[in-house]
């Protein structure tokens, strides 16, 4: 990662820190440094590369649910 992009990883990350955001870091690629965090109604998943970056988001209605079977079947049909 060139100090470029380490230096919009770090602002970035200082950015949601400013906001009490709490997020996560991780690597799926090898090309990538991906944060992860959630808002109201979403999370968000940013991957930092060398010359851009990327997101996806994910929404919901935030509802919680406690029945374990309809927690398989949903990860079931959800798998491939």
Same mark, same amino acid.
């Given at each position: 990662?060139?100090?470029?992009?380490?230096s919009?990883?770090?602002?970035?990350?200082?950015?949601?820190?400013?906001?009490t955001?709490?997020?996560?870091?991780?690597?799926?690629?090898?090309?990538?440094?991906?944060?992860? +965090?959630?808002?109201? *109604?979403?999370?968000?998943? =940013? !991957?930092?590369? /060398?010359?851009? &970056?990327? +997101?996806?988001?994910? *929404?919901?209605?935030?509802? =919680? !649910?406690?029945? /374990?079977?309809? &927690?398989?079947?949903?990860?079931?049909?959800?798998?491939?």
């Amino acid at each position: 990662m060139s100090e470029t992009a380490f230096s919009r990883l770090l602002a970035f990350l200082a950015n949601l820190r400013s906001r009490t955001i709490q997020f996560k870091i991780e690597q799926q690629r090898d090309d990538a440094i991906m944060v992860s +965090f959630a808002v109201v *109604g979403m999370r968000l998943e =940013v !991957e930092f590369f /060398e010359d851009h &970056l990327e +997101f996806s988001t994910f *929404g919901g209605d935030e509802s =919680v !649910e406690s029945d /374990e079977n309809l &927690l398989w079947r949903m990860v079931d049909e959800r798998w491939d």
